[in-house]
């Protein structure tokens, strides 16, 4: 078999094996049902033939001088070395990057890092593929990782195993996934050429022996956050029917190492927008806002990631308020460790009148007027200041406690004064809104 990409390969022989079966059959056709006599299509059914027969049964070799010495892959970008050796740019950089001042096979000591383009041999490679009707390969992005032969075998072998009968070896196999899918990005790339690998993962937990075991569990929440991480995957595991509901589960259910992580995962996907709709659809929010409560220091910061980001659209930010987030997240910025990630929450859940009705009715006023006044954290002042500027708009009763406090303290003064630019905006809104209270009032402050 060939040492080019296998992804590549396998797509290639697929297509060319269709285009010769149907030449062929067009062939025959002509022979035996319209009685096509000519010599010419005779030696154009046995050529056909014969190269199907290669296609099937064996690929054609790569030259060697076309395969990375470090990756054994066919080269996509082919550079020489000062010590003479062409190698793939992206295996060679890294290889650079990583310290190495030494030529890889000859153990030289390289006088420079200088990468000078082979564009000799990228030519015969293109030719090469052309001439196979393979895919030139194509320059490879830094995201998606550098992905070698030996890497993709150990892939298959772990797959192998996890598709097996074993229990031990599914049990070993999803640990070693774990640990590789956390350290080597390759093989979270990897996912993107065998998307069926999610299915395959989940799979395991409906095994009897396996589907109650809670070490099972965490390794396979652990790999999908792991995964998730490279750019791609994001959509290729929230496109699984059961992926997100598995985490939302393991949320509800798993060991505390487990539910942090499941959080983990559900902020890593919930970058892509239709994820979000998703995760708030199929109920991430309630047991998102649990974790937040009562989970460990780890957890409830996690838990908050993830909650900022589902909330962001404004249908989830509806259901955030149903399911008590105000209470819960006003209770966290209480804690230190949690304050920017539980401010950051209440502004974006600032824009709902059912949130800020909660928040005065639930002590939030004097918790936002310490934070302006104590704080050292620009953002944490300026969310904070936020959140103030939208309960005194929507209820003027909150304004008689900002406007005695300010009377105490000054700190939307000095807020409007100091703050960055949003802060300095809203604790001037507030102080006009003072101003005009206090000219209905009587008083001034």
């Given amino acids: 078999m060939a040492k080019y990409g296998a992804a590549e390969a396998e797509q290639a022989v697929a297509r060319k094996s269709g285009e010769l079966k149907r030449e062929l059959r067009r062939l025959v056709r002509l022979i035996v049902e319209e009685d096509d006599g000519r010599i010419d299509t005779y030696d154009e059914a046995s050529r056909v033939l014969s190269e199907l027969k290669d296609l099937t049964f064996g690929s054609p070799a790569v030259p060697q001088h076309f395969l990375c010495p470090i990756s054994s892959e066919l080269m996509k970008d082919p550079v020489i070395l000062a010590s003479g050796q062409t190698y ?9 990057n990583s310290g190495n001042r030494i030529c890889p096979q000859t153990r030289q000591v390289l006088p420079n890092t200088i990468l000078t383009p082979n564009h000799l041999v990228r030519s015969m490679i ?5 001439e196979h009707d393979i895919p030139l390969p194509a320059l490879e992005s830094q995201d998606e990782g550098l992905i070698t032969r030996k ?9 192998e195993k996890i598709s097996s009968s074993s229990i031990h070896g599914q049990k070993q196999a999803m640990k070693e996934l774990r640990l590789l899918t956390k350290n080597n990005r390759s093989f979270r790339a990897l996912i993107g050429e065998q998307p069926d690998i999610i299915p395959l993962l989940l799979s395991v937990l409906s095994v009897s022996g ?10 396979t929440v652990t790999t999908i956050l792991n995964l998730s991480i490279h750019e791609s995957n994001k959509r290729i595991v929230g496109d699984d029917p059961e992926a997100i509901p598995f985490l939302i589960d393991a949320l509800k259910n798993g060991t505390m190492e487990t539910r942090s992580n499941a959080a983990a995962a559900l902020f890593t996907l919930s970058a892509l927008d239709s994820n979000k709709l998703k995760i708030g659809e199929l109920g991430a929010i309630r047991p998102l806002l649990e974790l937040l409560e009562q989970g460990s220091t780890t957890a409830k910061k996690d838990a908050a990631s993830a909650i900022f980001n589902i909330c962001m659209p404004h249908e989830n930010r509806a259901k955030a308020v149903k399911e008590g987030a105000v209470g819960v997240v006003l209770k966290a910025i209480k804690d230190p460790s949690l304050a920017d990630g539980s401010l950051a929450i209440l502004a974006l859940l600032s824009g709902d009148q059912d949130a800020l009705e909660e928040i005065g009715k639930s002590g939030g006023v004097p918790c936002l007027l310490g934070i302006i006044r104590e704080s050292t954290c620009e953002r944490n002042k300026e969310n904070a200041v936020v959140v103030l500027f939208a309960v005194c708009m929507y209820d003027r009763t909150n304004r008689r406690e900002v406007r005695e406090d300010e009377k105490l303290n000054g700190s939307i003064s ?28 009587h008083y001034s402050c």
Avoid: Y
């Fill in 151 to 159: 890497e993709r075998s150990a892939l298959h072998e772990l797959l």
């Fill in 414 to 441: 000095a807020l409007a004064q100091t703050g960055t630019r949003r802060a300095r905006r809203k604790a001037d809104g507030i102080l006009d809104m003072l101003k005009r209270l206090g000219h209905n009032t």
């Fill in 88 to 96: 793939d740019r992206a295996f060679i950089q890294e290889w650079l």
């Fill in 210 to 219: 396996l589907n109650d075991d809670p070490v099972v569990q965490e390794d």
């Fill in 126 to 130: 293109s030719e090469w593929c052309i």
